[in-house]
């Protein structure tokens, strides 16, 4: 049987390394904890029927179904008629959470699609890219709070990132999109009360008559300042 090691004073020091490793695995779990209570939704369609919506998508208009293409499974809104379409999904809050989303569209001779992401239910905060406007706009209900010059390409994913931070004064609500291997976009403007808590979404209005296709949709915890 092997002796025990021993540090420089003759005492034993197997004891305290196996305790140090049983914490860092303990700190280890801990963490993975911590990180999944932290996200309240995800959804990358993987597992979902072609043909069919989620159950856990509240689907407010519009045709939506999951599609596949090359084994990637997507949610797809059709390219007709035109409107604006509106899928719900993750916990009803309205402060310190984000919501996420990957998009792909095409655009049509000169017509182009706008789609989005948005949180605090219908006439909450809403992350947007106008691709006809070349912009990408951040909302609050209706009212445009601010908006950049941003050239959307066809064909390709975008990436789409709103968060709403409650602060001292009332709540951040910061706006990401990149696309490719673009700089992404940032915008940002400060709200003076919460809004009525509600669910994030994403839309699509299909302006071009393409197709609009919504992927890994993830809602998470934002952290506060």
């Not at 860092?24 to 999944?36: D, G, N, R, T, W």
């Not at 709403?164 to 403007?189: M, Y």
Request: net charge neutral; charged share 20%.
């Amino acid at each position: 049987m092997a002796k025990p090691q021993m540090n420089t004073d003759g005492h034993r020091y197997g004891g305290v390394e196996n305790f140090r490793s049983a914490l860092i695995v303990a700190v280890l779990f801990a963490s993975i904890a911590l990180a999944q209570a932290q996200t309240f939704y995800t959804n990358n369609f993987q597992k979902a029927e072609i043909g069919k919506v989620p159950e856990d998508l509240m689907v407010l208009d519009g045709q939506f179904t999951v599609q596949e293409e090359e084994g990637n499974k997507f949610l797809e809104l059709p390219g007709s008629p035109t409107d604006t379409y509106t899928v719900m999904f993750g916990p009803v809050t309205n402060a310190n959470v984000a919501v996420s989303a990957r998009i792909f569209s095409t655009s049509k001779g000169r017509r182009m699609p706008a789609f989005g992401v948005a949180l605090c239910g219908v006439g909450g905060y809403k992350l947007q890219i106008s691709a006809a406007k070349k912009a990408v706009e951040l909302f609050k209900g209706e009212q445009v709070m601010q908006t950049m010059e941003y050239t959307w390409k066809s064909g390709e994913w975008s990436s789409l990132h709103l968060a709403a931070v409650q602060t001292r004064d009332g709540v951040k609500v910061e706006g990401k999109v990149s696309q490719g291997g673009a700089e992404p976009i940032h915008l940002s403007f400060e709200d003076t009360a919460l809004l009525t808590p509600g669910k994030a979404s994403i839309s699509g209005t299909p302006f071009a008559g393409t197709t609009i296709r919504f992927d890994d949709l993830a809602v998470v915890a934002a952290g506060k300042d």
